[in-house]
């Protein structure tokens, strides 16, 4: 396996991102494109984590924030790859390279359903919970 990233929206990796994204969030919940793509999409670092073959199989994105934060987003696994481990994969990866680049706090919004999740890789929800998409989300934050 391995964790490719890029800022270029121009690249193969940041379409592949974007494949996985289309698949998770538009297809499969119905979130609408206008929202799945927007403005920060050259502001952000995105990953994919690619198989053996470089197929890819899981995404996320890292959006710099002020005071040494950065926040999680688009984190997905393509259906056929869940529950294999490969979302705690990319999270570190993203998180390494967060960590390395100078940044102390890692903030995200989760779906209630990926609670427990992001809880077991390391990540405290606080706050309310808010929509987003028409999707009940609730803000994680983590250290680093």
Not at 62 to 89: F, S, W
Not at 99 to 123: C, D, N, W
């Amino acid at each position: 396996m391995l964790v490719a990233h890029t800022r270029d929206t121009m690249s193969d990796i940041y379409l592949d991102a974007l494949k996985i994204r289309n698949q998770v969030f538009v297809v499969e919940q119905n979130v609408p494109l206008d929202l799945e793509i927007d403005q920060y999409e050259a502001l952000t670092v995105h990953f994919v984590l690619y198989d053996e073959n470089r197929l890819p199989m899981a995404t996320v994105r890292l959006l710099p924030m002020e005071d040494q934060k950065i926040k999680v987003q688009r984190m997905a696994v393509l259906n056929e790859h869940r529950q294999k481990g490969l979302g705690k994969i990319i999270m570190q990866a993203a998180e390494t390279f967060a960590k390395e680049q100078g940044y102390h706090s890692l903030i995200l919004g989760a779906q209630l359903t990926a609670v427990p999740f992001y809880e077991r890789v390391g990540y405290q929800a606080e706050g309310d919970v808010f929509l987003d998409a028409g999707i009940e989300h609730v803000t994680m934050t983590k250290e680093i």
